[in-house]
């Protein structure tokens, strides 16, 4: 037997989803309560609706808010709470982070919402059977219209995306390695042949496609494992507070000013790997833990600061490129910081969009100064270039063999 809470709490939930375009939140272990999400709504974006009593809301408002925080992520909108209760008990608490109300026969307690919805009152006018009542059937017809992912069990689509992505670029690397000889040096022209960073080709052949090409790009084996578990577990967290085109844009983002201060701090070297674009997730990351405040929670203060430093000290290892993930921090950072709908946030990104000014005056400057080979690896050159000549990009080949050795002052053969 359906209660008459039950019925008034899918009624008003139906209430909110016709008059007011609100979609239902998929949240499990929520028997006693419906969400719902908006982008129309600027002042109230998330509301609880409940048939428990409002006391209870102390006990639980941990995990309300983080609810609220990851669907407020969600529909990229930034409010507080509107929590109402359709029970008895008056309202007798007030709460900073909640707008809490109480609906009970007819009557509308606590905070005065009928300037948003000046006709709430109205939904429990429809005098329908309750015996013959189905609300799994009212939840079915909004069901139509709920969000379109059940928030917090949201799958990390687009690192798995990108995971495969990489995966398949690391097989045709390693069969085109085959193809050249399958030494250190094939390894190298491989990855220049599907779109590693590599100096002479951005200067000389105006290839600035591969300061994003770059990060799809792994011949080691090792390398990629370690890179896409890293990606998965960060996109399992940053995939549900973010959108998926924020958190690409990130990714992409970071990888992108990753590769660009490679450009302006190192000579001609070859550069591969997402790990600029996993430094730029680490400091969004991090943006989100002060946006939403978990970070001044010890354990996890701590929990990144050790997985900050351990990342930190493998950027000095031989081979990995420091200035390749410290530019895909800074990016990350700046995009993340830009991203957050965080209204205290306003001086702090004024003075974030002064510090990103000085920034690119003094990067434009260096990339001025950069636009020189050193050293040459001529031998890699024409590996790569023989290479595409003999599937069928003759024209290119020709071409950058002409530039290169116009640039170099020599012919190479």
């Known amino acids: 037997m359906v209660s008459e809470k039950e019925i008034a709490t899918y009624k008003l939930a139906q209430y909110f989803v016709a008059k007011y375009q609100y979609k239902i939140v998929e949240i499990q272990g929520s028997a006693k309560e419906i969400w719902l999400g908006s982008t129309h ?11 428990s009593s409002i006391s209870s809301t102390f006990f639980d408002k941990t995990r309300l808010l983080e609810i609220h925080d990851t669907i407020c992520k969600f529909f990229n909108v930034k409010a507080k709470l509107l929590d109402i ?14 707008v809490q109300v109480t609906i009970v026969n007819d009557k509308l307690e606590g905070t005065d919402i009928t300037q948003e919805f000046p006709d709430i009152l109205t939904f429990s006018n429809d005098q329908q059977d309750k015996k013959q009542f189905n609300p799994m059937d009212k939840l079915k017809e909004m069901s139509r219209n709920k969000a379109p992912n059940d928030i917090m069990n949201k799958k990390p689509v687009v690192s798995f995306v990108v995971a495969i992505i990489c995966l398949a670029v690391f097989v045709l690397v390693n069969y085109i390695t ?14 220049i042949i599907v779109g590693g960073y590599y100096k002479a080709f951005v200067v000389v052949g105006g290839e600035f496609f591969r300061f994003l090409t770059s990060g799809f790009v792994h011949y080691n084996m090792i390398h990629l494992l370690v890179n896409m578990i890293a990606l998965i577990n960060l996109g399992q967290i940053l995939e549900k507070v973010y959108s998926r085109t924020q958190y690409l844009l990130i990714l992409l983002g970071s990888i992108i000013t990753g590769c660009i201060f490679v450009f302006v701090a190192q000579g001609n070297v070859l550069v591969v790997g997402i790990s600029g674009g996993l430094y730029g997730l680490m400091a969004a990351l991090l943006v989100y833990g002060f946006d939403s405040k978990v970070i001044y929670n010890p354990a996890v203060a701590r929990s990144f600061i050790s997985t900050l430093l351990i990342n930190v000290m493998i950027s000095f290892l031989p081979g990995v490129s420091f200035f390749g993930h410290m530019g895909g921090f800074i990016g990350g950072l700046f995009i993340a910081l830009f991203i957050t709908k965080n209204k205290t946030w306003k001086l702090l990104k004024q003075n974030a969009l002064i510090a990103l000014a000085i920034l690119l005056v003094f990067v434009g400057y260096r990339a001025t100064k950069s636009f020189t080979i050193s050293p040459i690896y001529y031998i890699t050159d024409l590996q ?14 020709q071409s950058m063999l ?3 050795n116009k640039f170099y002052g020599f012919e190479i053969k």
Do not use: C
Request: glycine content about 10%; proline content about 2%; aromatic content about 8%.
């Open 41 to 51: 709504s600027d002042k109230y974006p998330v509301i609880r609706i409940s048939t």
């Open 85 to 98: 209760h359709l029970d008895d008990e008056a309202i007798d608490t007030s709460e900073d982070d909640l």
């Open 178 to 191: 085959g193809l050249l000889g399958g030494d250190g040096n094939a390894s190298a022209a491989a990855s």
């Open 384 to 397: 790569v270039l023989d290479f595409m000549d003999s599937v069928g990009f003759k024209g290119y080949s």
């Open 402 to 404: 002409n530039k290169l």
